[in-house]
T-cell receptor, first 116, second 112 residues
Framework: EAGVTQFPSHSVIEKGQTVTLRCDPFSGHDNLYWYRRVMGKEIKFLLHFVKESKQDESGMPNNRFLAERTGGTYSTLKVQPAELEDSGVYFCASSQGPGQGLPEAFFGQGTRLTVV | DQQVKQNSPSLSVQEGRISILNCDYTNSMFDYFLWYKKYPAEGPTFLIS?????DKNEDGRFTVFLNKSAKHLSLHIVPSQPGDSAVYFC???????????FGAGTILRVKS
């Protein structure tokens, strides 16, 4: 089991460009989350998928951010157009569904996004 | 409004001694609490958790204590080892599977 994997590990883009981050969760995990850590501060929630459905997207900053989870497997987070304040480390996490076992979320290594 | 607070940005402890990391929360609806450890350039790694129906959970060198009336939890590491040096995040959730609300983290340095 490879765990939660994220791609790319780093991305440097210019303001106004588009970037797409990808997350592959643990196989079989129904829950998939996106979080962001900006400037070494707290890790903040962006959104939560249960299988392919958006359960909670209350943390999405604005409509420049679009998340999808195709077929309830991997997920992508697209930022279009990117702004300077979008810089930070984007983490993906996954956890098992109710009744499936441990509820703890397991995190990927993160994607460091720098917008210049 | 920061619902989970870790008021100590850093903590330095001698190897072999106890490390105590603290966390306070404001939302009485939080039902589940977790500690994560993070090394540089890595994602947070789950360490230990506790449900609101308990006041203590122990796993090897790590023990988490929960004081619901004070809305306070703490992580004890005994004995501390140099490999424990990392950033420790406290997190809370209102229910199983819901989003985690994180504190800002505490940098722990264990000196040998």
């Amino acid at each position: 089991e490879a765990g939660v994997t994220q791609f790319p590990s780093h991305s440097v883009i210019e303001k106004g460009q588009t970037v797409t981050l990808r997350c592959d969760p643990f196989s079989g995990h129904d829950n998939l989350y996106w979080y962001r850590r900006v400037m070494g501060k707290e890790i903040k929630f962006l959104l939560h998928f249960v299988k392919e459905s958006k359960q909670d997207e209350s943390g999405m900053p604005n409509n420049r951010f679009l998340a999808e989870r195709t077929g309830g497997t991997y997920s992508t987070l697209k930022v279009q157009p990117a702004e300077l304040e979008d810089s930070g480390v984007y983490f993906c996490a996954s956890s098992q569904g109710p009744g499936q076992g441990l509820p703890e979320a397991f995190f990927g290594q993160g994607t460091r996004l720098t917008v210049v | 409004d920061q619902q989970v607070k870790q008021n100590s940005p850093s903590l330095s402890v001698q190897e072999g001694r106890i490390s105590i990391l603290n966390c306070d929360y404001t939302n009485s609806m939080f039902d589940y609490f977790l500690w994560y450890k993070k090394y540089p350039a890595e994602g947070p790694t789950f360490l230990i958790s506790i449900s609101s129906i308990k006041d203590k959970n122990e796993d090897g060198r790590f023990t988490v204590f929960l004081n619901k009336s004070a809305k306070h939890l703490s992580l004890h590491i005994v004995p501390s080892q140099p490999g424990d040096s990392a950033v420790y995040f406290c997190a809370a959730s209102v229910a199983y599977g819901n989003k985690l609300v994180f504190g800002a983290g505490t940098i722990l340095r264990v000196k040998s």
